[in-house]
């Protein structure tokens, strides 16, 4: 991984937003830098350099320097104008070359999905970064994943990523991206496989009908018996 200077200013003061605001017009951004045991450091950065370095390169280790010190960061948290999206404000986290850190990668998806293109399927991302522990030298810049030759029902999972010189922290069995049937379709399909044939709820009324003229002719000669019973005694 490439190491990446970037000049600093200190700040002297803190929490004022006219301050804030005029640096943004001269074109330089507020910044803090924290980490590693050292009291936080208020300083500013331009936000041309820092526009580029978010870019092409937001993992990569960056080499602060300052008048008279410098040190190894990365960035943490950007902070953004609702609206307009300027950078407004960025955190920078000293690090250590000889320490492990805990850091987030962004997946990227290239390729267009057999399930998608001839399956008419969609594609669903499940995870859109993953999280990973190494070495700062070692963070991966993104994870590319090729989806062509997904099908139909066919997904990515965590533990399907194989990465050097870092540990995977997510859990293995979520997925990461997958191809799933249309709601339409499935929908229809759930309707077909739960209903019942026609013909049965035909027979089961047919057999219905004819258990009841079983009772009812049951009942008609049973009638019968007992009238001839009845005449025999009057005679």
Do not use: W
């Not at 330089?28 to 870019?55: D, F, N, Q, T």
């Not at 969609?122 to 522990?133: A, C, F, K, P």
């Not at 002719?217 to 005694?233: N, P």
């Amino acid at each position: 991984m490439n190491e990446i200077v970037l000049a600093a200013q200190a700040r002297e003061k803190t929490g004022i937003t006219g301050l804030s605001n005029n640096l943004r017009t001269e074109g330089h951004i507020p910044a803090v830098v924290y980490g590693e045991g050292k009291p936080p450091m208020h300083i500013s950065v331009s936000e041309k350099e820092m526009l580029k370095i978010i870019k092409t390169a937001k993992n990569n280790i960056i080499s602060l320097k300052y008048s008279k010190d410098g040190d190894n960061v990365l960035i943490k948290a950007i902070q953004r104008h609702v609206v307009t999206e300027k950078l407004l404000h960025i955190d920078f986290q000293r690090i250590s070359l000889s320490k492990e850190i805990e850091v987030e990668v962004h997946i990227k998806l290239i390729g267009e999905a057999q399930g998608v293109k001839l399956q008419g399927g969609l594609l669903q991302h499940g995870l859109r970064s993953i999280t990973v522990t190494c070495l700062p030298t070692n963070i991966p810049k993104e994870i590319i994943l090729d989806v062509t030759s997904l099908k139909m029902g066919d997904a990515i999972r965590v533990k399907d990523i194989k990465i050097e010189k870092a540990k995977i922290m997510d859990d293995a069995e979520q997925v990461i991206v997958n191809i799933a049937i249309p709601r339409e379709e499935a929908e229809t399909v759930t309707e077909e496989a739960g209903a019942e044939p026609e013909v049965t709820e035909k027979g089961k009324k047919e057999d219905g009908d004819k258990a009841e003229d079983s009772k009812k002719d049951k009942k008609a000669e049973d009638s019968k018996k007992d009238k001839k019973a009845d005449d025999g005694k009057r005679k």
